[in-house]
């Protein structure tokens, strides 16, 4: 599988495993909790992130919360 091509935070990527969004985040050592996804300007539950595909080109920010006041 060839690698994909997308643009993560801001910053051009390859992603050269499996292309579900919880596995992007593994692929590139980005935590799972307390955070949230964006796909190209839309936000996807963390419900959908093991079924939801990465496509070439695609525009992902993925966003901490961080807490405070």
Same mark, same amino acid.
Not at 19 to 23: E, G, I, R, S, Y
């Given at each position: 599988? /060839? /690698?994909?091509?997308?643009?993560? !935070?801001? +910053? =051009? =990527?390859?992603? =050269?495993?499996e !292309?579900?969004?919880?596995?992007m985040l +593994?692929?590139?050592g980005l935590p799972s909790q307390r955070v949230a996804i964006e796909l190209n300007g839309q936000v996807v539950s963390r419900a959908q992130w093991h079924e939801t595909p990465v496509?070439?080109?695609?525009?992902i920010e993925v966003v901490h919360f961080v807490g405070g006041g």
């Open positions: 599988m /060839p /690698p994909l091509s997308i643009c993560l !935070n801001g +910053e =051009r =990527r390859e992603l =050269r495993g !292309n579900k969004l919880a596995d +593994e692929e590139f496509h070439e080109g695609d525009r």
